[in-house]
């Protein structure tokens, strides 16, 4: 699931639409869009602004605020164009208890291959 995946999903669940998720101040509506559909990657602030505003609306458990954070950022690097950043949030992730976030278990394709290929068997 990517950030933008993720960032819908939140506000289906809440049963918000882009515009009122817009209203709020902190995120333009044009600008939520860009960020479900993945063509801009929020700020930590913003994901911060975000994650206390819906605990405050009380669509999130305050209990959930710090995993549901946590999951947001990971997500956020994951989707960097860096591979060392997303390495580093790769194995984050992994570490991460199922209890604290949402995120579904790693892949292991996504895990980096090492040595060299091995050849198919000539027939």
Wanted: net charge positive.
């Amino acid at each position: 699931m990517t950030l933008g995946e993720k960032l819908k999903a939140i506000r289906r669940d809440c049963g918000l639409s882009q515009e009122a998720i817009g209203a709020q101040g902190f995120v333009s509506t044009p600008g939520w869009i860009k960020l479900e559909n993945s063509q801009r990657s929020p700020s930590e602030k913003l994901i911060e602004s975000l994650v206390g505003w819906l605990v405050e609306d009380k669509y999130v458990r305050s209990s959930a605020a710090k995993g549901l954070k946590e999951e947001l950022l990971t997500l956020k690097y994951l989707g960097s164009q860096s591979n060392f950043v997303k390495e580093l949030a790769k194995t984050h992730a992994r570490g991460m208890t199922r209890g604290d976030v949402l995120l579904a278990p790693s892949n292991p394709s996504d895990k980096p291959k090492r040595g060299r290929p091995k050849l198919a068997a000539s027939r």
